[in-house]
């Protein structure tokens, strides 16, 4: 066994699969798929093939040929945060069918009763795969390494619509060849007769394919009853069918095919042909999951006043850096997020101007530096490259990729100067692209494009190295000077006036807040509350850093505002900081039980990653 990724069972002596075909039927009613997915080898295979996958039921794994079954064992203990092994025996196959469903707790799908959505009529159902959650909704090598195509075939409720990461091919009635391959004897083997199931009155079918290789984490889909706007040519915006936040959202996102002609001037043609965004429900566990040709977004990020933008221009990002060229497994997960960020940044800065651009640097600052304390007594999680061996990637998520990979490059733009690095990045696309890599990749590619660079910036201490490497630095801005001398004014007592801030928007509160001392008194919250309703602000950004501060200096007129937020949205973005607050620390019995009956009320509700997350906080500290 020759393990290529610490999150996997993939063995690196086996072929990797090219190619997944998946029929998927949604029971809505027991909240499970039933499935076949006809896996493809690179080539035949004799002797064990290892696969992934968690809390799915197999039923059967057959010859795709000679419809013969083939054995398989399914090890009898699931990891905690693996999964389960999945080995079949093979002799000189390229390919098996394999008859599985999903359960109920299948991680990576978050399944709405009619009363969890918007409209209150019909179910839902959505997934979020990465990092290591796409091994629930179907067997695979998942692990970013083995890139696939895959086609799909939907049997949903007439009602509904799907709408996946993948080119849309087909809305028809359901046929029993559909399932061909399936024969009726082994069609029971679901417990019932999925041929019949299929083919009933009242569904339809759905057809997408993926013709360009991606990591597994990047498969997505929704169900439920969407519907959709166009605002730009190669963008519709979708959310559940409702006419108010439809238009909200075709609002909000209005500036994305600029957006798109920017990143390409930057970046190289986008490759995915189309850019469609899915606005969520609330418990969408992120603000935005960079899925191909269809990024997934939490409705949080619709504020009316087109800071939704930055979200987007991220995942945007991620079409090149991430998708194009996708880290080879977790532990080198900044090549992902850090390029990502540094490239959210330059689109920022031409559509939205420099300073909102510094600004966010200056917020990815602060979430930096506070990283290197959560982790003082962990230091791994502080380095770019890191060991995750038994390490649960949601569990350490954190923004050190993000903002340490960022700084990172922008040390190298300093060095070499805009337009060298500017050239740089789009070579770097162009060779990787479609690959999955690793930072000694990235390193011997900077090394040979830019001789000498290892002798003018230690590359072994920013990619190896714990901690803040010195040469990190603040941005250069005055409207970023001028909101850090006002957050340490607060400390002496003093509170912005009106006219220092009655330009401000979301980014400047959020980092004029993030930046005040822990330590200050409760009646100083209260009265910064009182002149500007921050507790109140449509801006979750804003308001969940208020409320952290609120939660610090143990101001507790603010807990039914924590806890009517931890009940409105899953995004762990905030989750992870208003639970953390409520139980980190001595004598905070009353907050303790606090945050834990907010959760067994709020729990689901929540995307079941949420729940692990939140879980993991409370048991670390309660
Ligand atoms: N790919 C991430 C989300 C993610 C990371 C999901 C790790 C699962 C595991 C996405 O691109 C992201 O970074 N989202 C950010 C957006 C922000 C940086 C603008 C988020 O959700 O907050
Ligand atoms: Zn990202």
């Known amino acids: 066994m020759a393990p290529i990724d610490p999150h996997s069972f993939t063995d690196s002596t086996h072929p990797l699969t090219t190619h997944i075909a998946l029929t998927l039927y949604f029971h809505f009613s027991s909240s499970t798929i039933h499935a076949t997915a006809l896996l493809t080898l690179q080539n035949p295979c004799t002797g064990p093939l290892s696969l992934d996958t968690r809390s799915l039921v197999i039923h059967k794994i057959l010859d795709p040929e000679t419809l013969t079954p083939l054995p398989f064992t399914l090890s009898s203990s699931e990891h905690?945060?693996?999964?389960?092994?999945?080995?079949?025996?093979?002799?000189?196959?390229?390919?098996?069918?394999?008859?599985?469903?999903?359960?109920?707790?299948?991680?990576?799908?978050?399944?709405?009763?009619?009363?969890?959505?918007?409209?209150?009529?019909?179910?839902?159902?959505?997934?979020?795969?990465?990092?290591?959650?796409?091994?629930?909704?179907?067997?695979?090598?998942?692990?970013?390494?083995?890139?696939?195509?895959?086609?799909?075939?939907?049997?949903?409720?007439?009602?509904?619509?799907?709408?996946?990461?993948?080119?849309?091919?087909?809305?028809?009635?359901?046929?029993?060849?559909?399932?061909?391959?399936?024969?009726?004897?082994?069609?029971?083997?679901?417990?019932?007769?999925?041929?019949?199931?299929?083919?009933?009155?009242?569904?339809?079918?759905?057809?997408?394919?993926?013709?360009?290789?991606?990591?597994?984490?990047?498969?997505?889909?929704?169900?439920?009853?969407?519907?959709?706007?166009?605002?730009?040519?190669?963008?519709?915006?979708?959310?559940?069918?409702?006419?108010?936040?439809?238009?909200?959202?075709?609002?909000?996102?209005?500036?994305?095919?600029?957006?798109?002609?920017?990143?390409?001037?930057?970046?190289?043609?986008?490759?995915?042909?189309?850019?469609?965004?899915?606005?969520?429900?609330?418990?969408?566990?992120?603000?935005?999951?960079?899925?191909?040709?269809?990024?997934?977004?939490?409705?949080?990020?619709?504020?009316?006043?087109?800071?939704?933008?930055?979200?987007?221009?991220?995942?945007?990002?991620?079409?090149?850096?991430?998708?194009?060229?996708?880290?080879?497994?977790?532990?080198?997960?900044?090549?992902?997020?850090?390029?990502?960020?540094?490239?959210?940044?330059?689109?920022?800065?031409?559509?939205?101007?420099?300073?909102?651009?510094?600004?966010?640097?200056?917020?990815?600052?602060?979430?930096?530096?506070?990283?290197?304390?959560?982790?003082?007594d962990n230091m791994e999680f502080t380095k770019l490259k890191n060991n995750q061996e038994g390490v649960d990637p949601d569990d350490m998520y954190s923004q050190v990729p993000y903002e340490k990979g960022f700084q990172f490059l922008w040390r190298i733009e300093r060095q070499i100067g805009r337009p060298a690095f500017d050239e740089f990045l789009k070579k770097y696309i162009a060779t990787f692209k479609f690959k999955s890599i690793d930072t000694e990749t990235f390193l011997d590619f900077l090394k040979a494009n830019i001789p000498g660079i290892e002798k003018e910036i230690d590359l072994q201490q920013w990619t190896e190295g714990t901690g803040i490497p010195p040469d990190a630095q603040e941005?250069?801005?005055?409207?970023?000077?001028?909101?850090?001398?006002?957050?340490?004014?607060?400390?002496?007592?003093?509170?912005?006036?009106?006219?220092?801030?009655?330009?401000?928007?979301?980014?400047?509160?959020?980092?004029?807040?993030?930046?005040?001392?822990?330590?200050?008194?409760?009646?100083?919250?209260?009265?910064?509350?009182?002149?500007?309703?921050?507790?109140e602000s449509k801006d979750y950004e804003v308001k969940v850093a208020f409320l952290q501060l609120a939660i610090s200096s143990r101001c507790r007129d603010y807990y039914g505002e924590v806890e009517k937020t931890l009940k409105e949205v899953g995004r762990m973005k905030y989750l992870r900081p208003l639970y953390s607050g409520l139980v980190q620390g001595a004598g905070k019995d009353e907050e303790k039980i606090l945050a834990k009956r907010v959760f067994a009320e709020a729990r689901e509700c929540y995307h079941p990653i949420a729940q692990g997350v939140v879980e993991a906080i409370l048991a670390k500290h309660v």
């Open 80 to 376: 905690p945060i693996n999964g389960r092994h999945l080995t079949v025996s093979l002799n000189n196959h390229s390919s098996m069918l394999i008859l599985y469903s999903t359960s109920p707790s299948s991680s990576a799908l978050q399944w709405l009763s009619p009363p969890q959505t918007f409209k209150k009529i019909h179910p839902f159902v959505y997934t979020q795969c990465q990092s290591v959650h796409a091994r629930s909704v179907f067997p695979c090598q998942d692990t970013p390494a083995a890139r696939v195509c895959y086609s799909a075939k939907l049997n949903v409720p007439r009602q509904l619509s799907a709408v996946m990461s993948a080119r849309h091919c087909g809305h028809r009635d359901p046929v029993g060849s559909d399932l061909d391959g399936v024969l009726t004897k082994e069609a029971t083997e679901f417990g019932f007769d999925l041929k019949s199931l299929w083919c009933e009155e009242g569904r339809v079918v759905e057809e997408f394919v993926m013709e360009q290789p991606i990591p597994p984490y990047l498969f997505a889909f929704a169900v439920g009853e969407l519907g959709f706007r166009e605002v730009g040519p190669r963008t519709r915006v979708y959310s559940e069918a409702v006419d108010g936040v439809l238009d909200a959202a075709a609002r909000e996102f209005a500036g994305t095919e600029e957006m798109m002609r920017q990143a390409e001037g930057l970046f190289g043609e986008y490759d995915w042909e189309r850019f469609d965004l899915l606005v969520l429900p609330p418990s969408f566990p992120y603000g935005g999951m960079e899925n191909p040709r269809m990024v997934f977004l939490t409705p949080t990020v619709i504020k009316g006043d087109a800071s939704g933008a930055q979200v987007v221009a991220h995942e945007l990002a991620h079409s090149w850096t991430g998708n194009l060229i996708t880290n080879k497994n977790n532990e080198h997960f900044w090549l992902n997020e850090g390029f990502t960020t540094y490239a959210e940044r330059r689109i920022v800065e031409v559509v939205q101007g420099e300073d909102i651009a510094a600004l966010n640097v200056g917020i990815g600052w602060r979430g930096l530096n506070e990283e290197m304390e959560r982790f003082k």
């Open 475 to 535: 941005p250069v801005s005055n409207l970023y000077t001028k909101i850090m001398s006002l957050a340490n004014d607060f400390k002496l007592g003093r509170m912005p006036r009106e006219d220092e801030v009655c330009d401000w928007k979301g980014q400047e509160w959020e980092l004029y807040l993030e930046n005040l001392s822990k330590a200050v008194e409760a009646s100083q919250v209260i009265a910064l509350d009182a002149r500007y309703r921050l507790s």
